[in-house]
């Protein structure tokens, strides 16, 4: 099983980044996708999630409004569109896959990929 994430970059303040996961190796309709980061010192947390069909999506607080999930079921590809970047948003962030929702909301997974850094400048 791969999970293959773009790479993310340096971004200042305000701007924008896409980040895509291409996945590999497990029925990609089958799987809740999800987004999770961890920064400097920090656990990792859950950003958002997305259903097997895309039909719902869980983001945590923070990023509601600015960052949007969703996923192509043809291509086996997630993306995760962040708008409105803040410094606060500075970490690595991993793209991950599992059957449960419950799981994921407890920043759990089954696949996890390799993690990408995003840097928000001030």
């Known amino acids: 099983v791969q999970l293959q994430a773009s790479r993310g970059g340096l971004v200042q303040a305000g701007g924008s980044l896409r980040l895509s996961c291409a996945a590999s190796?497990?029925?990609?309709?089958?799987?809740?996708m999800g987004w999770f980061r961890q920064a400097p010192g920090k656990e990792r947390e859950f950003v958002v999630i997305i259903t097997w069909s895309g039909g719902s999506t869980y983001y945590r607080d923070s990023v509601k409004g600015r960052f949007t999930i969703s996923r192509d079921n043809a291509e086996n590809t997630v993306y995760l569109q962040m708008n409105s970047l803040k410094p606060e948003d500075t970490a690595v962030y991993y793209c991950a896959a599992d059957k449960s929702v419950v799981t994921m909301r407890r920043s759990g997974a089954e696949y996890w990929g390799q993690g990408t850094l995003v840097t928000v400048s001030s």
């Open positions: 190796g497990i029925t990609f309709s089958s799987y809740a």
